[in-house]
Nanobody, 115 residues
Framework: QVQVVESGGGLVQPGGSLRLSCAAS????????MAWYRQAPGKQREVVAI???????ESLDSVKGRFSVSRDNAKNTMYLQMNGLRPEDTAVYYC?????????WGQGTQVTVSS
């Protein structure tokens, strides 16, 4: 059974850092595209960063230079290093793993940026 679990969220002051992890289990996802999404209260879910199986990545303009996505295929895990956090980054962050044939989401982890 496939499971996708995010961790690493929490409360941080503006300018602080957090590292989110997305651990997948059940089989290897080394060939899958993986992504981080976020959803703030009252707003639509948006993609934050995408990383392909070969490690190429793209990110939302508002997080470029502050957030960095990476993956460790041996551990079936994706990471999101978030630096220079701002109050507007407050949201539930979700992990998504997919191909054209399957689509898995985690339950989300809350990130709150506040003084």
């Amino acid at each position: 059974q496939v499971q996708v679990v995010e961790s690493g969220g929490g409360l941080v002051q503006p300018g602080g850092s957090l590292r989110l992890s997305c651990a997948a289990s059940g089989r290897s996802f080394s060939l899958n595209t993986m992504a981080w999404y976020r959803q703030a209260p009252g707003k639509q879910r948006e993609v934050v960063a995408i990383i392909n199986s070969d490690g190429r990545s793209e990110s939302l303009d508002s997080v470029k230079g502050r957030f960095s996505v990476s993956r460790d295929n041996a551990k079936n895990t994706m990471y999101l290093q978030m630096n220079g956090l701002r109050p507007e980054d407050t949201a539930v962050y979700y992990c998504r793993i997919w191909t054209s044939m399957e689509d898995y989401w985690g339950q989300g982890t809350q990130v709150t940026v506040s003084s």
